[in-house]
């Protein structure tokens, strides 16, 4: 190979290419793979406990389904028969591909949100009936199908095979840690009602990075960004993209809980670089600042990649009705010449706004928050010749709900995240603004007025030690933590004191 730039785009090549074959025949992926992604190796199907006159459908776990009041039971029972089977793996194999070898339906599974308020959202329950959406347990196990949780902590590596899949215990979200109490938020107003609710404000840290799936130095490399961007007070919840099974056990921190999709297909390139690499969100279970909803998984049904979102839902603990949904997200790369991902991108970036608006106006949250490697190319230096691959990002959406936190701030600063004239460790000329944060809050629809307080690039400075490598010129370079630099983004979310939620029953709560 005689760059490391041809050897990353044959990898993505290679990683495309066995996603594409394992959708056409099933027994190509590894059989390690198979055995740690089926759902088998998830949880013990109990018998169903529900009368024999309600049938569950199989894509709710027989644990959330007896759970479940029984007229939201009814009501799915009438169409069980109709949905999709349960898939055996996070993989599309069992869902129905249409032209160009996209899934004609999008894949949503959720863990910990077996409450009436989630079921009570009418796009929740269409997607239950379709088959599109996968109902699971809380996160109590050590291998959650979908979406692992492995907490990783006392300094030791969890044990984890290369689907993301880890041997640590999970905690279960459903019922989040007590938080120290709060002083009691004061109003002007001593009336409630439905649509109208007491002022309160969420400030809530993020942290979005691509972890760079590279072999070269990767326990220096997670280390620096767990020191210095990851954990230092306040700790912000972390949003990671090429996080791979090789990079799991390096993100060892303290009474932390890593949330990932399936890092399938669970493949090597020829080249050694770990095609298995997905999305994962770090949170912190005994957090005072916040408590877990419930997380979950989103697959894309326009990708080649397996691409989608992995996310987790967060509120106040004096305001849990303030629901925000934090996504990771990593939209389609360029994989050459004849594929930049382009179509693909524009696609997902629409799904995006399908899924927020649903959950938003239906009362599944009151903001949604995308970050990660967006892969998009709409923005230029002045100097630059090269035509734009993609069409402004914002210009894609209906909604004039959203809005990129990064720019909200810093309308004219160029704010490249992965930057060849200033990151050392890169050589060639391409600058980009690839990773970014969108925030959708309709505060006309909620009553929910979201800003970004602090955006600030990260992961700018070198990796302490003297570490060099080897770039694709054959150049000695110092180590930096990642090719694309990272973004900690401060956001603000305030329920006004006139806000009044304008959404059928005021939102589903």
């Not at 590894?30 to 406990?49: G, I, V, W």
């Not at 599974?109 to 239950?128: C, H, K, M, Q, Y």
């Not at 009705?321 to 939209?331: I, P, R």
Request: charged fraction near 20%; include cysteine.
């Amino acid at each position: 190979m005689s760059s490391f730039s041809e050897a990353l785009k044959l990898a993505r090549l290679e990683r495309a290419q066995a996603f594409q074959l394992s959708k056409k025949d099933p027994s190509t992926v590894t059989s390690k793979t198979t055995s740690s992604l089926s759902a088998k190796s998830c949880f013990n199907p109990q018998p169903d406990p529900s009368p024999a006159s309600l049938s569950r459908p199989s894509n709710i776990d027989p644990e959330v389904w007896s759970s479940l009041p029984e007229s939201i039971k009814k009501e799915l029972a009438q169409d069980a028969s109709d949905a999709s089977p349960l898939p055996q793996t996070m993989q599309t194999t069992s869902v129905k591909r249409g032209k160009r070898g996209f899934a004609e339906e999008s894949l949503l599974e959720v863990s910990g949100a077996s409450d009436s308020s989630f079921l009570g959202i009418p796009f929740v329950r269409d997607l239950i009936k379709s088959g599109q959406l996968i109902m699971r347990p809380p996160m109590t196990r050590p291998s959650h199908f979908g979406g692992g949780g492995a907490r990783l902590g006392g300094g030791k590596k969890a044990k984890v095979d290369h689907t993301g899949s880890s041997a640590a215990s999970a905690i279960d979200l459903s019922s989040p840690p007590s938080s120290p109490p709060l002083p009691p938020t004061t109003s002007s107003s001593s009336s409630s009602s439905s649509s109208t609710q007491p002022p309160s404000s969420f400030t809530l840290p993020i942290h979005t990075q691509n972890l760079w799936f590279d072999m070269a130095h990767q326990q220096p490399r997670m280390s620096h960004l767990l020191k210095n961007h990851f954990l230092p007070p306040p700790s912000p919840i972390v949003l990671m993209q090429e996080l791979t099974g090789d990079l799991l056990p390096y993100l060892n921190s303290s009474n932390k809980l890593i949330h990932t999709q399936q890092l399938s297909p669970g493949l090597r390139s020829g080249v050694g670089i770990d095609l298995a690499y997905g999305c994962g969100v770090i949170i912190d279970p005994g957090s005072p600042e916040y408590v877990t909803n419930f997380c979950g998984t989103f697959q894309f049904k326009n990708s080649q990649q397996a691409r989608g979102l992995t996310f987790v839902c967060v509120s106040p603990p004096s305001s849990p009705a303030l629901k925000v949904l934090l996504c990771s997200t990593h939209l389609e790369s360029y994989t050459g010449p004849t594929s930049n991902g382009s179509r693909e991108r524009e696609l997902q970036i629409k799904e995006i706004e399908t899924f927020s608006k649903n959950l938003v106006q239906q009362g599944g949250c009151e903001a949604v928050v995308i970050a990660g490697d967006f892969n998009w190319d709409d923005e230029r230096l002045p100097k630059s010749k090269r035509k734009l691959v993609d069409k402004p990002l914002l210009s894609l959406l209906s909604s004039p709900s959203f809005f990129d936190a990064y720019r909200s701030l810093h309308p004219t600063s160029p704010g490249l995240t992965y930057d060849s004239k200033s990151n050392a460790m890169l050589s060639g000329s391409l600058q980009r603004r690839f990773d970014r944060v969108l925030v959708y809050a309709p505060e006309s629809e909620t009553g929910v007025k979201a800003l970004a307080k602090e955006v600030v690039i990260t992961g700018t400075s070198e990796v302490p030690g003297g570490l060099k490598r080897i770039n694709r010129s054959g150049r000695e370079t110092p180590l930096l933590p990642s090719d694309h630099y990272g973004i900690r983004c401060t956001l603000e979310f305030t329920r006004t004191k006139d806000g009044e939620d304008k959404r059928a029953d005021g939102g589903v709560k």
